[in-house]
């Protein structure tokens, strides 16, 4: 069995808070949990949960087998560089930053001539929160086996992980099951409204897009068929699937979407060119 390693937050918002609630609910002792947050009433509730806490980083992170950095991509170089003077030569850090690099993170633990090499680049998504999160892993080729299935194994407390080449493909992830999560909310929302304009109440309107959804999502998940099969199957020839999917595509949905994620995917390019190394 896995054994939990001690493990500093650094940052402890939404994404830390979404991390911490699964791997408690995988039975990682609270004592082995320890975050580091500006906000004073962060502080307040981390402790209301009997997590650790404190508002600057100190030598206690010398003691911490694993650090994750869990603040904003803009806040990155000048809070690592804060904990470095703690850091081990067997520390595995592990970044959730959109954009920041590996190496960067690399660049700033070590040297430009010795970049450090125990880090690990990921990017999980909020429905952790409910330990239905997706994460894409990324490493530099230096990472121990050892490290690599410690990060797997952190990272599967809050859903399923996807190992990927490089920063590039993290940037990707980040354009699909990062950010992506916000895109199917966006997709609910209009939903609802269309029910509602169609004369259902809120209240069924959120109840039927909500089971659609989830529905749609569990047969293409246990289908063997390509979601495009699925699709057709729905599609009576002459019937109302065709006349909807007839105003998708001639607004180009399938290309809004593709549009959407590019820009998501360059957006972390920029974040990587103003706030890295
Ligand atoms: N929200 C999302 O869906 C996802 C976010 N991410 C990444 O996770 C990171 C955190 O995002 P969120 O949790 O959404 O943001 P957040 O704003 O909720 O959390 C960041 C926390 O860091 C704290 N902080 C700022 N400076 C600090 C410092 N010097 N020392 C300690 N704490 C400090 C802030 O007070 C805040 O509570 C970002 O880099 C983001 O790109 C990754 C995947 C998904
Ligand atoms: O919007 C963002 O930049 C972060 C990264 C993925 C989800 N939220």
Redesign the pocket.
């Known amino acids: 069995m896995f054994k939990f390693p001690s493990i500093a937050f650094i940052g402890g918002g939404n994404m830390a808070n979404a991390l911490v609630s699964g791997l408690l609910n995988q039975k990682c002792p609270s004592e082995n949990l320890h975050v580091i947050e500006v906000a004073d009433t962060l502080r307040e509730q981390w402790s209301a949960k009997n997590i650790s806490t404190s508002s600057t980083p100190d030598a206690g992170l010398t003691n911490k087998k694993v650090w994750i950095f869990a603040v904003k991509p803009q806040q990155m170089k000048e809070v690592v560089l804060a904990c470095k003077p703690w850091l081990s030569s067997d520390t595995l850090v592990i970044s959730i930053a ?1 954009g920041i690099s590996i190496g960067s993170l690399a660049s700033w633990l070590g040297s430009d001539e010795s970049p450090y090499q125990n880090v690990v680049r990921c ?1 999980p ?1 909020t429905p952790a929160l409910v330990g239905a999160g997706v994460t894409g892993l990324a490493a530099p080729l230096g990472l121990s086996l050892q490290d690599r299935d410690t990060a797997t194994n952190l990272l599967s407390a809050v859903g399923q992980t996807v190992w990927v080449e490089d920063d590039r493909a993290i940037d990707a992830v ?1 354009a699909l099951s ?2 992506g999560p916000a895109y199917v909310f966006l997709f609910i929302e209009a939903l609802i409204q269309g029910g509602e304009s169609l004369g259902l109440t809120a209240q069924q309107s959120k109840e039927l897009a909500l089971a659609t959804l989830a529905g749609a999502t569990k047969l293409a998940s246990n289908s063997s068929e390509p979601p495009s099969t699925l699709r057709e199957r729905v599609t009576s020839k002459g019937g109302t699937t065709a006349a909807a999917l007839a105003v998708f595509q001639d607004s180009k949905f399938v290309h809004i979407v593709s549009e959407a994620m590019r820009a998501a995917d360059l957006r972390a390019a920029e974040l990587s060119k103003e706030f890295g190394a």
């Open positions: 959109a990017m998504n980040t990062g950010s």
